[in-house]
């Protein structure tokens, strides 16, 4: 078949099925079973039997929500490749500003810093610290174990200090150091269930997603976790929902212990993450 013709098929075919980005996704999976870069795909003139063949077995699985990124076993991240598949949340690019202002604040102290990457699941912010600011000391905890055999792949010979455990209690060792922790903790609430996208809902892990009622269990717990490890005037930044723009950072606000509470957008101009820093 000719491959004009069979992108053209698929991006219909993916449409059909309710997929958000239906050509950029026909286009990746294309590119992954011919295994060229996705700009040699205008070059590439017909597809032989076999090709076609996984070409369509993957335009199964993406048509009934199966993640793009599970089909093709990695995801882009900043400047790192991540393996991911299923049994780990995959990352989303909206999750790079956060890891960019991460970076930009451990790498502003003239020093190594210290950072904590709380619910690390894939490893995806703990990989781009330690790429883009060698010289921090990076350390990354999970709790749940098929998340963290991900994470192991992913952090393996960087030099990241990787554990098994929770967020609530993790990194007593580090109590008082850490110059900049970092967390996307789970913050959907619970009766949101039915409007979550059928590719996260069906296939990340429900611990990354849901966090009790209101979605701020996990960043109540972070606010304390943080306050603990943080040095004073230390800096702390989490993800959170586009409907907990003001929620969130109020967990932090209403303590009285943070300094410097604010809330940042992403690139589509939607409450995305906050960032405060621990009162000396």
Avoid: K
Avoid at 17 to 30: H, I, N, Q, T, Y
Avoid at 46 to 53: I, K, N, R, S, T
């Amino acid at each position: 078949m000719r491959a004009r013709v069979a992108r053209r098929d698929a991006a219909a075919r993916l449409r059909e099925a309710g997929v958000a980005s239906p050509e950029r996704d026909a286009d990746l999976l294309l590119a992954h079973v011919l295994g060229v870069p996705l700009g040699r795909l205008p070059l590439v003139d017909d597809l032989d039997g076999e090709a076609q063949e996984q070409y369509d077995a993957l335009l199964a699985r993406r048509a009934v929500r199966e993640p793009l990124q599970h089909l093709t076993g990695s995801a882009a991240f900043r400047h790192v490749e991540l393996a991911v598949g299923p049994g780990v949340f995959v990352p989303r690019p909206e999750t790079e500003l956060l890891a960019g202002w991460a970076i930009e604040r451990a790498g502003a102290l003239g020093r190594p810093a210290v950072v904590v990457d709380l619910c690390t699941g894939s490893g995806a912010i703990a990989r781009a610290v330690a790429d883009e600011v060698p010289d921090a000391e990076v350390h990354a905890v999970e709790l749940d174990e098929g998340a963290l055999a991900w994470a192991e792949r992913n952090l393996s010979g960087t030099g990241v200090d990787l554990r098994h455990g929770d967020l609530a209690t993790a990194f007593d060792d580090l109590c008082g150091t850490v110059d900049v922790v970092v967390c996307n903790p789970p913050y959907i609430p619970l009766e949101a269930w039915e409007s979550v996208a059928a590719e996260a809902r069906d296939h990340d892990p429900h611990l990354a997603l849901f966090s009790g009622q209101d979605g701020l269990d996990a960043i109540r717990v972070l606010e304390q976790r943080a306050a603990l490890l943080l040095r004073p005037g230390g800096v702390v930044g989490a993800e959170h929902a586009d409907v907990q723009g003001e929620s969130a950072p109020g967990v932090f606000a209403s303590t009285g212990r943070w300094l410097d509470v604010a809330d940042h957008r992403d690139l589509a101009g939607r409450p995305r993450y906050l960032t405060a820093r621990l009162a000396r």
